[in-house]
């Protein structure tokens, strides 16, 4: 067993390695056969190997995702989730963290599949537990947190590519707020909303979406 596992860790390592050379299809190849071994080993040994199975599983949903499996990207989006829920039951200490970060990926993965209702669950999921996360560590997890809601927002109002540009801007106030001299002088700039936002904003309902950019702007 202990060579089994030494293969799918190397297959493992081989998916991250092949993502960063831009390989999706052999990294998601690679990151197939590392989640089929550790499936196995999970069987046998789950508290040895589920957690290294969650991770394998979250790096096979990157590989999916490069090389446009939208489809087969959330269905492992959702293996992760449920692998992170058993991990955080018995260890939440250890695993809330990953398990909210795996329910925004899931969140994602079903925003670009047209589930729109389960993407809005899964983010709104992934804020309770970032909440959570901030009041006992604020210095950590604040950005994550400011993240969540404003995905949480924009999943309601559909429109990704408005969610790309304001997780820009969240991402600079976070930065502002921490203390960052160079950020703080950036931050006036970076809160000019941007006109690809405004142009990208298309709601179903013009009030609706007045009222879920206020909502999302009001909670950074």
């Known amino acids: 067993m202990r060579f089994v596992a030494g293969l799918a860790m190397s297959l493992h390592n081989l998916a991250i390695v092949l993502g960063e050379l831009e390989c999706p299809a052999e990294g998601m190849v690679a990151a197939r056969r590392a989640v089929e071994i550790y499936e196995r080993l999970a069987d046998v040994e789950p508290e040895a190997f589920l957690s290294s199975l969650a991770k394998s599983t979250r790096v096979l949903v990157d590989r999916l995702a490069e090389a446009g499996r939208r489809e087969e990207g959330a269905a492992a989006a959702t293996r992760a989730v449920e692998l992170y829920e058993r991990l955080a039951e018995d260890r939440p200490e250890d695993f809330l963290p990953d398990l909210a970060e795996a329910l925004s990926t899931l969140s994602h993965r079903l925003a670009l599949t047209g589930r729109q209702q389960e993407a809005v669950a899964a983010a709104a999921r992934a804020v309770e537990i970032y909440e959570r996360l901030a009041e006992s560590d604020p210095e950590r ?41 160079v950020d703080r002088a950036s931050l006036k700039e970076a809160c000019r909303l941007p006109a690809a936002i405004r142009c990208s904003c298309r709601p179903s309902g013009p009030r609706d979406g007045q009222r879920a950019r206020r909502h999302a702007l009001s909670r950074l």
């Open 141 to 181: 997890y604040r950005q994550d947190h400011l993240s969540s809601l404003v995905n949480l927002a924009l999943w309601k109002i559909n429109n990704v590519g408005f969610a790309r540009e304001l997780n820009r801007l969240v991402k600079a106030f976070s930065a502002a707020v921490s203390g960052s001299a």
